[in-house]
């Protein structure tokens, strides 16, 4: 296969059934939906932060309009249910900007992606943010984007009720 300057991860298990982390380059769109999917399968079972998980994530998402988008936007859901890993993804600066983005864009799955996409939001605001990052989402106007995004791109009424807590 060709291999490019991306880096994304899959994961493998070692003896004591840990999840270990292996860069995987690759341009084959296969590829990269196999690894949103292991990733988001991983996340079912348990909702860790690996170091590079949430890099490869952000990666996956770019420029993405197909079904991996949903496997992404669900492993992030799953990951900020649980408290240890929350407060990781809490930390993360663009997780919400990005999440709003995706939810104004049009993809495959487009109100499942949302829906899981409010969950990360709700989740993630209702933990204890740093000020800096409150600051940085208000001066970048991510709240108001929001608004716009609940109001006008959601047509789940559940989907909106999520949002708005």
Same mark, same amino acid.
Do not use: W
């Given at each position: $296969?060709?291999?490019?300057?991306?880096?994304?991860?899959?994961?493998?298990?070692?003896?004591?059934?840990? $999840?270990? %982390? =292996?860069? @995987?380059?690759?341009?084959?769109?296969? /590829?990269?939906? !196999?690894?949103?999917? +292991?990733?988001?399968?991983?996340?079912?079972?348990?909702?860790? %932060?690996? $170091?590079?998980? !949430?890099?490869? !994530?952000?990666?996956?998402? *770019?420029?993405?309009?197909?079904?991996?988008? !949903?496997?992404?936007? *669900?492993?992030?859901?799953?990951?900020?249910?649980?408290?240890?890993?929350?407060? =990781?993804?809490?930390?993360?600066?663009?997780?919400? $900007?990005?999440?709003?983005?995706?939810? &104004?864009? /049009?993809? @495959?799955?487009?109100?499942? =992606?949302?829906?899981? /996409?409010?969950?990360?939001?709700?989740?993630?605001?209702?933990?204890?943010?740093?000020?800096?990052? #409150?600051?940085?989402? =208000?001066?970048?106007?991510?709240? @108001?984007?929001?608004?716009?995004?609940? #109001?006008? &791109?959601?047509?789940?009424? @559940? +989907?909106?009720?999520? #949002? /708005?807590?």
């Amino acid at each position: $296969p060709k291999y490019s300057r991306n880096t994304y991860i899959s994961n493998s298990f070692n003896s004591t059934i840990q $999840p270990s %982390i =292996v860069t @995987v380059q690759s341009d084959n769109e296969e /590829g990269k939906a !196999l690894v949103a999917a +292991t990733i988001h399968n991983l996340m079912l079972k348990r909702a860790t %932060i690996i $170091p590079g998980t !949430l890099i490869c !994530l952000f990666n996956l998402l *770019k420029n993405c309009r197909t079904l991996r988008v !949903l496997h992404c936007v *669900k492993a992030f859901a799953y990951l900020s249910l649980h408290t240890k890993s929350k407060v =990781v993804i809490a930390k993360e600066m663009k997780l919400i $900007p990005e999440i709003a983005a995706i939810m &104004r864009i /049009g993809c @495959v799955e487009a109100d499942r =992606v949302q829906h899981y /996409g409010a969950i990360v939001i709700c989740n993630v605001l209702a933990t204890q943010l740093d000020k800096t990052i #409150l600051e940085d989402l =208000v001066n970048k106007d991510a709240i @108001v984007d929001l608004k716009v995004v609940t #109001l006008l &791109r959601i047509n789940s009424i @559940v +989907t909106k009720e999520i #949002l /708005g807590k």
